[in-house]
């Protein structure tokens, strides 16, 4: 009688042994090596290159093979992933080697425009081209309940084929051929987050004179600013409609009349206006217009040129 102890044994050891796609990796900042150090946790051979050599270091300790240069890095593996500090970085580094064959993605933070014209580069060398914007800061990666992720776009036929080792460090939201298309929505994204920030600074520097901890004011502010969160819906199907007067609750008439209140309050708490009074411009400008039904969304038509 045969026993299924050895074939679960021989099961096992064939899942265990299925080969995991090698990846190179240029770049070993703050980022670079996060990315690095789940590669290797996950068991893909990982070969790793960074101009100051030092930082591989650490690395190679934990397994991972460490080239002398750039061209070496990319010679030993088809997917070779880019996290350096900026485009120009970019063009330092992988001057002059040969990217035949390789599969090219680029996590370097970059505008829409550089990311076109870097895959264009890239085709010109033989290489097919991924772009990617990391929606995540270096301790969310590898840590699959903080909720970091990368936007891909440009081929998704290579996406296709990488998406498990690019699953990851982080989780993977393909965007579109358009190669801009990571970056236009990595920025369009911290772009929001940006004004979010401004608008937080600007609270808190109304309370700043005041007996009014600003600790016990912060769950109040989170939460208010979670309750608006999904208005950014309403905005996107007004956009998508054209029909800024849609399911309105505030006006933009009532609204621009009382921004002297806010504005008034700035200036007896000693706080400048700067940044909430560029918006405030925009929506009287937007009132100007005869639009005084419409929500907020007109202001959007007037930064577009």
């Keep these: 009688m045969i026993t299924s102890g ?43 290159w960074n101009r100051t050599p030092a930082r591989a270091a650490a690395l190679a300790a934990e397994g991972a093979r460490v080239a002398d240069s750039a061209a070496e890095a990319v010679a030993s593996n088809t997917l070779v992933v880019v996290c350096l500090l900026d485009d120009t970085s970019v063009d330092e580094v992988l001057a002059g080697i040969d990217l035949s064959g390789r599969d090219l993605v680029n ?50 036929e290579l996406f296709e084929r990488h998406r498990e080792p690019l699953a990851i460090p982080a989780g993977t939201t393909y965007v579109g051929e358009d190669a801009g298309f990571a970056a236009l929505h990595d920025l369009a994204l911290l772009s929001a987050m940006y004004g979010m920030f401004a608008g ?11 007996d009014i901890d600003p600790v016990v004011l912060a769950p109040l502010l989170a939460d208010w600013l979670v309750a608006m969160a999904p208005t950014v819906h309403q905005t996107a199907e007004q956009l998508r409609s054209g029909d800024y007067t849609k399911g309105v609750v505030s006006n933009l ?41 419409e929500d907020l969304t007109g202001v959007i038509d007037l930064l577009v040129h």
Excluded: C
């Excluded at 990311?115 to 033989?126: L, Q």
């Excluded at 991924?130 to 995540?136: E, S």
């Excluded at 008439?253 to 411009?281: D, H, I, K, N, R």
């Design 6 to 48: 050895p074939v679960t044994s021989l099961i096992g050891m064939t899942q265990n042994t299925v080969e995991k796609t090698s990846v190179t990796l240029l770049g070993l900042g703050a980022m670079g090596t996060a990315l690095a150090r789940t590669w290797l946790a996950a068991g893909h051979p990982l070969t790793v």
């Design 107 to 156: 996590l370097t933070t970059s505008t829409p425009a550089q990311a076109r014209a870097r895959a264009e580069w890239a085709h010109e060398r033989g290489a097919r081209y991924l772009d990617g914007g990391i929606m995540a800061v270096p301790p969310m990666i590898g840590v699959p309940e903080a909720g970091g992720y990368v936007f891909y776009s440009g081929s998704r």
């Design 200 to 210: 937080v600074a600007h609270a808190f520097a109304l309370i700043r004179k005041e």
């Design 253 to 293: 008439a009532m609204q621009v009349a009382g921004t002297p209140t806010f504005l008034s309050t700035a200036e007896q708490q000693g706080v400048s206006p700067e940044l909430l009074g560029p918006y405030f411009e925009l929506m009287r400008r937007r009132l100007a217009q005869g639009s005084g039904e």
